[in-house]
């Protein structure tokens, strides 16, 4: 059985996290060690989780200390962990009981036929505060095709890879730490450094219940008309925000091995604009999200 490392990043979550440790506790693969990271939480959330640290030694909080947002929380779990294969889990989603199992699985799978840094990522079912189901599959719910991220060009501007959903192995990580300050994610980050190799594989199954409630980072839920109107203004501002730390993102992984077929790319000058035109212009025509992908292809043009 392999063992797996479990990187958990915490902030303020006493309303769910004790639901998704005892999800993990019941997991039919039990070979694996939670690394927990708290950012500085000022609820009870410390307290539940050194509740569980007593009861199972196979959990962890190595830090309560502010680290300043969920990447840089992320990156303090992560470089806790020492196994072959990792998985990344939120503080207030539910795990499938055979999630652990039957990743470990696909990504063994793989290795056998890969030498590459891997990355395996699933489907999601979304669920309510309550764990009530909304829709069994995020991407059917979202219109999105998963298999858009297994390109490279696609993750430079775009990702729904959801590291709550991954498993990934040590070259992976070995590659991808310590993380550049100026990310979009983590998961980003993860899926690009692995798509580079052609090491990034889509599971067709759901793995977790990814749980949407008010307080969620990166949510999933799928607005009307009328909530995409009124959310335009923000959005657009949030867009150019996330295209400089694409602009970052780009520039920190061609400095990385195993990344060279990133080199001839650039976020400046006519080679941003050849970009924009090739690989996002033709998803504003032919994709699903259509004003998302028109408003980034504006604010990849302006920044």
């Given at each position: 059985m392999?063992?797996?490392?479990?990187a958990?990043?915490?902030y303020?979550?006493e309303?769910?996290?004790?639901?998704?440790?005892?999800?993990?506790?019941?997991?039919?693969?039990n070979?694996?060690?939670l690394?927990?990271s708290?950012?500085?939480?000022?609820d009870?959330t410390?307290?539940?989780?050194?509740?569980?640290v007593?009861l199972?030694?196979?959990?962890?909080?190595?830090?309560?200390?502010?680290?300043?947002?969920?990447?840089?929380?992320f990156?303090k779990?992560?470089e806790?962990?020492?196994?072959?294969?990792?998985m990344?889990?939120?503080?207030?989603?539910?795990?499938y009981?055979?999630?652990?199992?039957?990743?470990?699985?696909?990504?063994?799978?793989?290795?056998?036929?890969s030498?590459?840094?891997?990355?395996?990522?699933?489907?999601?079912?979304?669920?309510?505060?309550?764990?009530?189901t909304?829709?069994?599959?995020?991407?059917?719910?979202?219109?999105?095709?998963?298999?858009?991220?297994?390109?490279?060009?696609?993750?430079?501007?775009?990702?729904?890879?959801?590291?709550?959903?991954?498993?990934?192995?040590?070259?992976?990580?070995?590659?991808?730490?310590?993380?550049?300050?100026?990310?979009?994610?983590?998961d980003?980050?993860?899926?690009?450094?692995s798509?580079?190799?052609s090491?990034?594989?889509?599971?067709?199954?759901?793995t977790?219940?990814y749980?949407?409630?008010g307080?969620?980072?990166?949510?999933?839920?799928h607005?009307?008309?009328?909530g995409?109107?009124?959310?335009?203004?923000k959005?657009?501002?949030?867009i150019?925000?996330?295209?400089k730390?694409?602009?970052?993102?780009?520039?920190?992984?061609?400095?990385?091995k195993?990344?060279e077929?990133?080199?001839?790319?650039?976020?400046?000058?006519?080679?941003?604009?050849?970009?924009?035109?090739?690989?996002?212009f033709?998803?504003?025509?032919?994709g699903?999200?259509?004003?998302?992908?028109?408003?980034?292809?504006v604010g990849?043009?302006?920044?």
């Open positions: 392999s063992h797996v490392d479990i958990m990043a915490t303020n979550g309303a769910y996290i004790e639901e998704q440790i005892c999800s993990i506790i019941n997991q039919t693969h070979d694996w060690t690394y927990i708290d950012d500085g939480s000022s009870l410390t307290s539940i989780i050194e509740k569980y007593l199972d030694a196979r959990i962890k909080l190595i830090n309560k200390s502010k680290q300043g947002g969920v990447v840089r929380n990156n779990a992560l806790a962990t020492t196994a072959d294969y990792i990344l889990s939120d503080q207030d989603d539910f795990w009981e055979s999630k652990i199992e039957l990743l470990v699985n696909k990504i063994s799978e793989v290795e056998s036929q030498n590459s840094a891997v990355l395996i990522f699933s489907d999601l079912e979304l669920v309510d505060e309550k764990l009530k909304i829709s069994h599959s995020f991407y059917e719910a979202n219109r999105i095709n998963p298999l858009n991220n297994l390109d490279f060009n696609n993750l430079l501007w775009s990702s729904s890879v959801y590291g709550c959903s991954t498993i990934f192995n040590r070259k992976l990580l070995n590659k991808s730490l310590p993380f550049p300050s100026s990310l979009p994610m983590h980003n980050w993860l899926a690009l450094n798509a580079t190799e090491g990034i594989y889509y599971y067709d199954i759901q977790i219940k749980r949407q409630h307080r969620n980072v990166v949510g999933g839920g607005k009307n008309i009328f995409k109107i009124k959310n335009f203004k959005s657009f501002i949030n150019l925000i996330a295209t730390k694409y602009k970052s993102m780009l520039e920190s992984a061609k400095k990385i195993g990344n077929c990133l080199l001839n790319i650039s976020f400046s000058g006519v080679k941003k604009i050849s970009f924009c035109f090739k690989k996002i033709p998803k504003i025509i032919y699903n999200k259509r004003i998302l992908t028109f408003c980034m292809f990849m043009l302006l920044k």
